[in-house]
């Protein structure tokens, strides 16, 4: 079973939907819980992160982390065309190692 | 500031040859960490240098190496090339590099390998 489990996708909605990315996870000792986007042709960036448990909202992005069933979500209001991207998300313990999930591919379809 | 450089940008190498990519990190930053992204296993930590030391290693075979140089910049080092290792390989430079804040890495545009 591997550390981190995503879902690769393809995900293509309509402008204006909500979205909605998950992961799972196995490893008991990841504290940050990151979400990195991914356009095509460049590097990921950081796009939110979680420290433990709970929700954390930015703008039309939410991350939510439930330990107790280790998944995290990230969930896209409103979704735009500039969205399009491969979401990745990351999480980190205390030994400065980072372990991302595969990435799903997102399009936001105007 | 000037984000993270990685040169060179595209490679094309064969079977059995040697290959060293380089990685210039965000002014600053003393953290430097690479990452393999492929298509079918995704992004794989590498190896992380912090401070010229390697501190952080993940599961890859010794053919995979790396070091760091006292400005910070980064090189690996594949030997005895495979058609697997062709990928996109990262570079990525941390500001926080001993704190939780670690997990803010800034990527490089990557240095895509061809293996043929």
């Known amino acids: 079973q591997k550390e981190v489990e995503q879902d690769p996708g393809p995900l293509s909605v309509p402008e204006g939907a909500i979205v909605s990315l998950n992961c799972t996870y196995s490893n008991s000792a990841f504290q940050y819980f990151m979400w990195y986007r991914q356009y095509s042709r460049k590097g990921p960036e950081l796009l939110m992160y979680t420290y433990s448990s709970g929700n954390k909202e930015d703008g039309r992005f939410t991350a939510q982390v439930d330990k107790s069933s280790k998944y995290i979500s990230l969930f896209i209001r409103d979704s735009q065309p500039s969205d399009s991207a491969t979401y990745l998300c990351a999480m980190m313990g205390s030994n400065y190692k980072l372990t991302f999930g595969k990435g799903t591919l997102l399009t936001v379809n105007p | 500031k000037a984000g993270v450089t990685q040169t060179p940008r595209y490679l094309i190498k064969t079977r059995g040859q040697q290959v060293t990519l380089s990685c210039s990190p965000i002014?600053?930053?003393?953290?430097v960490s690479w990452y393999q992204q492929t298509p079918g296993q995704g992004l794989q930590f590498l190896f992380e240098y912090f401070s010229e030391t390697q501190r952080n290693k993940g599961n890859f075979p010794g053919r995979f190496s790396g070091r760091q140089f006292s400005n910070s910049r980064s090189e690996m080092n594949v030997s005895t090339l495979e058609l697997g290792d062709s990928a996109l390989y990262l570079c990525?430079?941390?500001?926080?590099?001993?704190?939780?804040?670690?997990?803010?890495?800034?990527f490089g545009p990557g240095t895509r390998l061809t293996v043929t």
């Open positions: 990525a430079s941390s500001p926080n590099p001993t704190s939780g804040q670690f997990y803010e890495q800034y």
């Open positions: 002014s600053g930053h003393r953290s």
